[in-house]
């Protein structure tokens, strides 16, 4: 069964992670967002608070690492973008059509924010995008890249986190934490979780971005083998 050992991003990339991280926790408008979307994130919704927390951060790491030879401080400016987006990605999920809606609530939340229109737009954007294909773009569009940024790193965490366990721990062998619910979703859900392995947007993406589906597709099938295992009582 893969872990979370078998993902070298994190190992790879891991001054772009760390550092993405130290801002996630330290930044004053990062820490004004998280306290502005804990009304629309719950623990016990699929995509949870640890959720929001994961994707933010990977989204401001691959915004670091795809802006390589770019202008430091306007990709640490759209890193903290990107980071925003991720926070605010599902605040209406799992409502149907979250992306638009939502879209339309971060636009209220980050309207007193201290962010230049076009800053504003580009948060705005990616979260109303995050689940549909774009085509890729090689100029330094702040749309574009804080879109790509979050998508990615939305799908990353999507094929870890479709399934309710708690973010960083290595999925148990035999542990129970789902339900019979859950089981007997598996297989569609690996269909799904297939299907992404081809949409990554970025180029550190499309490269790791395999990494994760492969380790989401080995929980969900010993999951499917041996759901006894896991089925809570």
């Not at 919704?45 to 640890?50: E, G, N, P, S, Y």
């Not at 990616?126 to 790193?153: G, I, M, Y």
């Not at 062998?173 to 081809?198: F, G, H, L």
């Amino acid at each position: 069964m893969a872990s979370n050992d078998s993902i070298t991003f994190y190992r790879d990339f891991q001054k772009f992670y760390q550092a993405s991280k130290t801002f996630f926790f330290t930044n004053p408008l990062v820490g004004r967002c998280k306290r502005d979307v804990l009304a629309y994130l719950h623990e016990d919704q699929d995509h949870c608070i640890q959720h929001a927390k994961q994707v933010a951060i990977d989204a401001g790491t691959l915004m670091l690492v795809e802006g390589r030879g770019w202008d430091p401080a306007q990709m640490r400016q759209w890193s903290l973008l990107a980071q925003i987006a991720g926070l605010l990605h599902d605040i209406h999920a799992p409502q149907s059509d979250h992306a638009r809606t939502g879209a339309h609530v971060a636009r209220t939340i980050i309207a007193s924010y201290p962010l230049e229109e076009e800053e504003q737009e580009a948060i705005v954007f990616a979260v109303r995008h995050h689940e549909k294909p774009l085509s890729t773009t090689q100029t330094p569009c702040v749309c574009h890249w804080v879109s790509n940024a979050l998508h990615d790193a939305d799908k990353f965490h999507w094929s870890l986190d479709w399934m309710p366990t708690p973010l960083g721990e290595t999925r148990p062998e035999t542990r129970p934490w789902a339900d019979q619910n859950t089981c007997c979703k598996v297989p569609a859900d690996m269909e799904t979780i297939r299907a992404m392995a081809s949409t990554f947007r970025t180029r550190t993406g499309q490269q790791y971005g395999p990494q994760f589906i492969n380790a989401g597709l080995a929980t969900g099938e010993h999951l499917h083998q041996r759901p006894n295992d896991h089925i809570l009582p």
